[in-house]
Each structure stands twice: as C-alpha cells, then as structure tokens.
C-alpha cells in the first residue's frame, strides 16, 4: 500500500507540474495599445477639390485630344479637373499669342495643377502607410501568439520525456505489479494527453481596431469618412480596374473570399469573421491576426497602385504640347 501511495503521489505530481506549466503560458494578458496608427488629426478635405460625380459636361475636344480618360478621371479624383481645362485653353491661347503675359498665365495655370496633384500623392501616401501600420500591428501580434505557442510546445515536450522517463523506472524499480501498473498505464495516458495539448494548442488574445479601414471595402459603401476623397474615388471607380467592368475596391473583396481568407459569409463562422474583421475587434486567435494583416497588405497595395495613374497624368502634364 505504500508503494502505491508513492507511485500516486508521483503521478499526481507530475500532473500538477505539467497544469502549473500551462497555466503559467496562459494567465498573462499582453496589453495592446489600439490607435497609434490613426492619423494625429482629423483632416478636412476642400469641398472644391472633391470628385465630380460626371465628367463628360466638362469635357471638349481640346481636352480630350491632349489627354486620356484615364488621365481624366484621375484628374477628377485629384479635384483638379476643371482647373486642368482652363490650363488646356491658356496652353493653346500661349501658343497662337506667345507673349510673356500668356506664358506666365501657363506656368502659373500648370503651378496650381501641380500643387493640387501634390496633395493626392501626400493623401495616397498617408492612407497607405495607416494600412501598412495595421498591418503591421497585426502581424507583430500573430508573432508574439507564435512564440508563446512555440515555448509552450517545447515545454509540453519536455514534461511528456519526464512522465515517460518517470513511468519507465518506476516499472522498473518497483517488483510488485500494481505500482508498475500504476506507472505504466499513469504515465501513457498523461504522455498521451500531454501530446494532445501539444496539438490542440490554440491561444487567442484581444485585438481592438475601432478605425478600421477594411470596413467600408467590404461594405463597398459608395462615400467613405475613413479614406481620403481622392483615394476612396479611384477605389469605387470602375474605370480604374484592370478590365473596367468593377471597381478596385469589389475586385479586393472577392479576392478575400475566393483566396480562403474569408469562410463562407452566410455561415455562423462567416459571419463570426465578417464581426471580428470588419467590426471594432474582438479576441483573434494567430491565424485570423495574419489573415488581417494579409487583407491590409493587399488593400494597401491597391492604394499605392493609383499612383501609376497620378504618374501618367504627370507625364502627360509636363510634356511640351
């Protein structure tokens, strides 16, 4: 009997040491600072420079001759449009009357297209590194949740080779059979149970993003309060799709459900997602904090990709008519 109260007060101790190191892996909460990526002021944006809703009223041949639709529009995102045709008709007035009074109206013309171009790069650039901040926040979390689980692994390990290793010479040392029973089959099954927390390891952790930048890309809300005017128009524009027939900001949403990122969105875990990505945050576990990080990385990427657009229109602007 009292080889069996040894062998038990082995057991269970060997139980309490592994519970002690789990829950040691798991009472501490890391505090996560939310916010530090939003811009340090609310921007107000001129309601002069805002996208026009049509073009074509203010189209005439002379503009269209010298640039694009494509220049246009973008033109039209910078709210730079109307003073882009004034420029067209000082252009051609300077070239039938090249006085010095005309050519100074051109540059000066040219000078205020420019600065108001500068201010759509500045908002690109701005809403590009917000996404590339988050995403990064994102991703630095996931890392931490990695390393947490990787040490807890190893620990796990390393207690599962002590209960064997303790099962092994306690079948041996003993010669009666029911404390090397107690052993034996004590030690398996706290082996095996250990090797199953090692499986089943899934920690999560408290996650806040109250502005959240994925929201209105998946809404697909036709004004957004989040992204500048200029951006969130070439986002919603059809025109500025590779083919045309979607906007940048559809073809980003569809991508998240085709590419597995997304469950199904009618589902209970589709519309558990849809909450935790696009609401204020929520508890992520490590694979859904890259999930997120990766949808920022991508929207970011379909941010900074207007800036080929913005590059054209410079091209076209600068070259001598």
């Not at 001129?46 to 529009?73: E, F, G, K, V």
Request: glycine residues 8%; contains cysteine.
């Amino acid at each position: 009997m009292k080889l069996l109260r040894v062998s038990a007060s082995w057991l269970i101790g060997l139980g309490l040491l592994s519970s002690c190191a789990l829950r040691s892996q798991s009472d501490g909460k890391l505090q996560l600072e939310a916010g530090y990526c939003d811009p340090p002021q609310l921007y107000s944006y001129d309601s002069a420079l805002a996208p026009l809703p049509a073009i074509q009223p203010l189209l005439d041949s002379a503009i269209t001759a010298r640039y694009s639709r494509r220049n246009l529009l973008i033109a039209n995102a910078a709210g730079v449009l109307p003073t882009l045709k004034v420029l067209v008709q000082l252009e051609r007035a300077a070239r039938q009357q090249p006085t010095e009074a005309n050519k100074l109206a051109t540059a000066a013309q040219r000078q205020k297209v420019l600065a108001h171009l500068q201010l759509m790069t500045a908002a690109i650039a701005s809403t590009a590194a917000e996404l590339d901040c988050e995403g990064e926040r994102a991703d630095q979390v996931a890392g931490y949740l990695a390393e947490q689980e990787s040490q807890r692994a190893q620990r796990l390990t390393v207690l599962s080779i002590g209960v064997g290793a303790a099962a092994g010479v306690g079948t041996t040392v003993f010669e009666r059979k029911a404390p090397q029973y107690a052993f034996g089959i004590g030690g398996g099954l706290l082996t095996a149970g250990l090797g199953l927390l090692t499986l089943t390891s899934h920690r999560k952790i408290a996650f806040a993003h109250p502005r959240n930048l994925l929201t209105d890309v998946w809404t697909e809300k036709h004004t957004s309060a989040l992204y500048p005017p200029s951006v969130w128009y070439c986002l919603q524009q059809k025109a500025f799709s590779n083919r045309g027939e979607t906007s940048v900001a559809h073809n980003t949403r569809q991508r998240w459900q085709h590419y597995g990122q997304l469950a199904q969105p009618d589902s209970p875990e589709g519309r558990r997602q849809q909450a935790l990505f696009f609401g204020e945050g929520g508890t992520y576990s490590m694979e859904e904090l890259r999930i997120r990080a990766n949808m920022l990385n991508e929207l970011q990427a379909a941010v900074r990709l207007i800036n080929q657009d913005l590059q054209a229109l410079l091209l076209m602007l600068t070259r001598t008519s």
